[in-house]
Each structure stands twice: as C-alpha cells, then as structure tokens.
C-alpha cells in the first residue's frame, strides 16, 4: 500500500449517508487511513448515531475500526434531531440486524486529541459529517490540537441554496453554532462543502440503478436505506432522487479536483433568527482573513462514479 496515504478521523451521525462516507473511506485503502470513527448527537440522539456506525461496519465485516461515542448534545443548547427527515433511527428503510460489536472505550473528544497528536504535525485531517461539538470540545481540551492537524474537511453551511433546517441555516452548523464558530476561528485549514454543492449531486433513479447492480451483498441494503432516506428530499423539493451530502467530505480528500469553490472568509450566526448561518463573505467585500476553502461546485457524475466504486469495494469477505 501507498505510503502516503491520507489519515483520517471520521466524525460523525449516521444516517445512510454517512454510513456510506465511511465504507468509502475503507474501500480505498491504497489512499486512506481510517483512524476512527468518532460519533455524536445530530440527526438522531447518540444511542441511534452510535449503533448505525457500528451496524454499517458489521455489514461489511469491518468492525475492525473502533468507534468512540462523543457528545450527546451541542455545547451551550439542548439537541435538535432531525427525524423528520431521517425516520427515528436514521437508518429507518431496511431492517438491519442489532450491531453485535460496541463502542470502544473512550470519549471521542478525548480520542480526537489523542490520535492526532501521537502523530506527526501535519498529518491527521479530520472529516466532519455533523455537528462540530466533539471537534470543538478536542480543541478546548487541547489548544495545540488545530495548528497539529493537517486540516478539516466538513460537510455544512449554505449560501444561495439557503437553509435545510431554517431559512437560514444548514442542519449541521445549527445544532451546534458555537462549536462552529469555535471551529472555523480555530486557525486549521478547512473546506467546507455546503448545500450549494450537494444540492448538484443528486440521487437520480439512473445514479441508484447504477448503484444496485453492483454485486455485494451490502449493495441491495444501501439502495433501500438511500431511496427511503432520500425521498424527503425528493418530495419538499420535487427533484429526481435527494441530495448524497456527506460522502462529498471523502471524496474531496480523494479528488480534489472534481471540486471548486474559492478561499473566503466564513462567519457563523448566533443569534435568532439567522442562528447558525454561514455567513459567506463570497466577494470579499469585508476584508476578514480567509479562513475556509468554500466549495459549491462538484462535478456530480465524476462523483458518483467515485461513490459507488468505494461503497462497493469496502465489503471484506468473513
């Protein structure tokens, strides 16, 4: 195997899209390093994130990969789920066996800390698929953690498309604005994928065709998991198919290139009623240091061919 592949720590609340982010992540072992998975309170409460984690692992024998439970809710305000859009487990559309594996023991903010800073500088890039609360409870517990990380990849925010769970605001940062904030002032590099990009790569029936003739075994379940996932998106908007936000944060790792956006300054709202808005300073018009690679455009079948090729390879014979 590569040498230089890319170590990664994944944070994350799983519905099927950050399911398939981390079986990505593992069907490419040549070029990436999955330190962990770290989960926390989001889409569904922790209990939930915690279980799909290990339950899409058991699905593709890799339960190798420890996965540490987190936060179970923001830092300053109760939690904020949202099963409205992803049932109330988050893997609600196919019925999966209960996870035989558990959490490994540790906090994930502690874990977090811990990973990166055994390794050299430079090294660790974190993937953020939720809320940032664990992320920014690792910085407060260690201050040198951001100038230790090779950067952040997140999947969040939103500018022309507006909100998902306001009209302001993108789900991940507005369950937990201050961890945001705290992570985009934090001094490490990021890219910030937002509602503009995934908004382009939608889940057609032709892209879900694609995906169910591949042949393992954990194919059939994924496609059944994303078409029920994906039909709230489908319906509010009228759209073939819903947005596949999170494995977006991968393949950027992957494939920079089938990616653009620009190096802006980004600011987080906390206050009502645009709490939790990416404010995007897009034009340069205030003169704030950037502090975020902000990318709205993605080439979407480029992606998806990436998507399904590494969903499909993570699967380990027992």
Known sequence: MAQDRHAIIIDTDPSPDDAVTFLMALGSPDEIDLLAITTVGGNVPLHYTTRNALMALELVNRTDVPVYKGAAGPLMVPLETAEHVHGRTGFDGYDLPEPKATAAVGFAPEKIVELVMARPAGTVTLACLAPLTNIALAML???????????????????????????????????????????????????????????????????????????????????????????????????????????????????????????????????????????????????????VTYLPDIDADAYYALVWERLATAYRPA
């Not at 789900?171 to 904030?181: K, M, V």
């Not at 065709?209 to 042949?215: I, Q, S």
């Not at 994303?226 to 991968?250: C, E, F, M, R, W």
Request: charged share 20%; with cysteine.
């Open 141 to 291: 517990l260690e201050p040198k953690l951001a100038a230790h990380l090779k950067g952040i990849v997140m999947m969040g925010g939103a500018r022309t498309e507006g909100g998902n769970i306001t009209p302001a605001a993108e789900y991940n940062i507005y369950a937990d604005p201050e961890a945001a904030w705290r992570v985009l002032h934090s001094g490490t590099p990021i890219a910030m994928i937002p509602l503009d990009c995934t908004h382009k790569a939608l889940t057609t029936k032709a892209r879900m065709d694609a995906l169910r003739a591949y042949p393992q075994p954990h194919i059939e379940p994924f496609y059944h998991l994303l078409i029920a996932n994906k039909a709230y998106n489908s319906k509010q908007d009228g759209t073939d198919g819903g947005p596949l936000h999170d494995p977006t944060v991968v393949a950027y790792i992957l494939r920079p290139e089938i990616f653009a956006g620009r190096h802006v300054n980004v600011e987080i709202a906390l206050q009502a009623p645009t709490r939790g808005m990416t404010v995007v300073d897009w034009r340069s018009v205030t003169g704030k240091p950037a502090n």
